[in-house]
């Protein structure tokens, strides 16, 4: 299975399937993409029809939605050729041109990295692009929902931690900045797979720093992005975003899967803002053990262009849970 999955990510082609030579089998989309601009830029019906076969050199036949996120719709669907089961991104064109495409981008220049995606193929398709990848499985904002306490091991979210630490330093190693780390963006994976964390959505990233390691110049007046309940107080000032802003944002989606947010009932974003300050003012935490506040602290020595010190954040994630251990089993595990 692995072999396999290794191998056809070498079948990779870009944006160039032409909509004559796609196989429509059915009432290929329910509603053109007008359409799903309605409701306030909500996506209100399915792009894809259960059944519909996408692909030119390659077919995938779309099975059922299993993920919808503010611009794109996932799908299950399967090879018809190897019988393996893939998930299929899409997103309009016209949602914010280039989204896809970034994302696509950044996808396969972190293909070597255990805790991205393998991507198969990608296409266009009526004015829609899509990627196809190697689906995974449930996120872990819905993971934890499903849990008695609503809450995560000690232990579980130390090794969620190391596992995105691990995968964001690949990121910025590329120069790039995720900027929309949170739990229902990180998943985990399916069959052999199951003990390995996946960051997807890539469609809100930011290059800053050059190939030649100059760093893009600093703009006065960033404007937001993110997700408020979890962007580093760097975001909600309207400054320039580091790599070490995806750690913090990281640290609260850490923090809301080990115990909750204090914020979590609240939408206002200054409301937020001041929830955190007072959050930070005297870190805390109330389940895993002390040393993990030495985890924001460390945070706020690093500059914007720095990298964050990965192996002392991932030492303070082990030294937080005293029975750490690297292969224990996931609660949802059985599942
Ligand atoms: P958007 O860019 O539209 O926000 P995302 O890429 O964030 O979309 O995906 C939305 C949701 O779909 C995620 O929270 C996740 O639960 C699910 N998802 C994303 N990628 C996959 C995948 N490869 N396999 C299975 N589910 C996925």
Known sequence: QNKQIVEKSFLIRFFDDVPSFVSIQGNFFSKMEEDHKVRGGKLATNFMEKGAIIGSKRAFRIEKMVGGGGFGQIYRAIDLESRIVVAVKVEPKSTESGRIVLELNILLLLQHCVNIPKIFYSGEVNRMNYIVM??????????????????????????????????????HNLG????????????????????????????????????????????????????????????????????????????????????????????????????????????????????????????????????????????????????????????????
């Not at 904002?141 to 809450?151: A, I």
């Not at 850490?254 to 937020?272: A, R």
């Open 134 to 171: 190697q689906l995974l499985g449930k996120n872990l904002g819905d993971l934890r929902k499903y849990q008695r306490h609503r809450t995560l091991s000690n232990i579980t979210t130390a090794r969620v931690g190391i596992q995105c630490l691990q995968c964001l330093k690949e990121v």
């Open 176 to 335: 790039y900045i995720h900027r929309d780390i949170k739990p229902s963006n990180i998943c985990a994976g399916i069959g052999e797979h199951k003990r390995i964390l996946y960051i997807v959505d890539f469609g809100m990233a930011r290059k800053i720093r050059n190939d030649d390691g100059t760093f893009r110049p600093e703009r006065t007046y960033a404007s937001f992005r993110g997700t408020t309940r979890y962007v580093s107080i760097t975001a909600h000032e309207r400054k320039e975003q580091g790599f070490v802003d995806d750690i913090w944002s990281l640290f609260f989606s850490l923090c809301e899967l080990s115990e909750g947010l204090s914020w979590k009932n609240l939408t206002d974003q200054d409301e937020i803002y001041l929830a955190k300050k007072i959050m930070l003012n005297r870190f805390q935490s109330r389940k895993l053990s002390r040393s993990f506040e030495a985890f924001p602290i460390l945070l706020e020595k690093t500059e914007r262009t720095e990298m964050p010190d990965y192996p002392k954040l991932i030492e303070i994630l082990k030294t937080s849970c005293p029975n750490f251990e690297e292969c224990s089993e996931f609660e949802w595990d059985a599942e």
